[in-house]
């Protein structure tokens, strides 16, 4: 049966289109896509799941799985023609990566709550990656993560290595000791220490969100969306009252936003 007539298609037939499309006689675009080419597409696809999740969109979900799924099959396939792997390779070590870090469904462990879970993980983890540190593990963490979710993830891992914010008032005095020396950077218009002062003063606030348990990348994610409901209340208001707020005095539009923040601070109390 020719594979364009199919009814119904599964991941061996997601293989095979990928190899046509790579093949000599195959999409002029698809045939000379390598890893580093197609790496920004891979990150988009993963970002547009999780927007599908954001929106509780099970349609829109189950169109961009099927393009992150297309992704990993495209990747595979670059490297079976390299010889290196295939994609039942992939199955193969994910499926036993799961069954050996969850000895409590697939053996004889213990794991009664998921911190003894993570626990668990973390150790597995370390011996199959032949981890002798925790330094080591920090440096596993992936430096293209967003650098708030990753700041969170390095805080975890050197808390299981004794260094942990486990008090209030310490992070709080720490925030506002690096917030001090950023406003004197500020002054004294110091442009080479800004930028790791800032650095700083940010790790602080990921780590006072992990020990809030929540997830700062999301606390900036919602953030940034009320930041846009906020403009355009502002934009509104300005258009109502007569302002183009591209050619206004600054000094009015300057006020009418603060007007407009400050009532939704009352607003929000």
């Known amino acids: 049966m020719n594979i364009k007539d199919k009814e119904k298609y599964d991941i061996n037939d997601l293989i095979e289109i990928v190899k046509c499309l790579r093949a000599p006689d195959g999409c002029p675009w698809d045939k000379v896509q390598t890893h580093q080419s197609i790496r920004k597409d891979f990150i988009e696809e993963v970002y547009e799941v999780v927007e599908a999740i954001d929106e509780n969109d099970t349609e829109h979900l189950r169109e961009e799985l099927g393009d992150v799924l297309f992704q990993v099959v495209f990747h595979s396939v670059i490297e079976s023609e390299q010889k290196h792997f295939d994609f039942s390779d992939i199955t193969d070590e994910v499926s036993k990566k799961m069954i050996i ?3 409590h469904v697939f053996g004889d462990g213990n794991a009664e709550t998921t911190d003894q879970v993570w626990s668990n993980w973390d150790k597995i983890k370390m011996q199959t990656h032949a981890q002798s540190t925790v330094t080591e593990t920090m440096e596993s963490v992936s430096k293209t993560l967003p650098s708030l979710m990753r700041a969170e993830k390095l805080v975890k891992k050197s808390a299981r290595g004794g260094v942990e914010y486990s008090n209030m008032d310490d992070i709080f005095n720490e925030i506002e000791e690096r917030l001090s020396v950023l406003k004197k950077v500020c002054a004294e218009k110091d442009t080479d220490r800004y930028e790791s002062v800032l650095g700083e003063f940010l790790f602080s606030a990921a780590a006072l969100s992990g020990l809030m348990k929540t997830d700062s990348e999301q606390s ?14 502002y934009e509104n208001t ?12 600054t000094c009015i539009t300057n006020q009418l936003w603060k007007d407009i923040s400050k009532k939704e601070k009352l607003e929000e109390n």
């Open 238 to 249: 300005a258009t109502d009252m007569g302002l183009n707020i591209q050619d206004s005095d």
């Open 220 to 233: 900036l994610y919602n953030a940034c969306d009320r930041y846009i409901d906020r403009f355009r209340k």
């Open 101 to 103: 870090r969850h000895p």
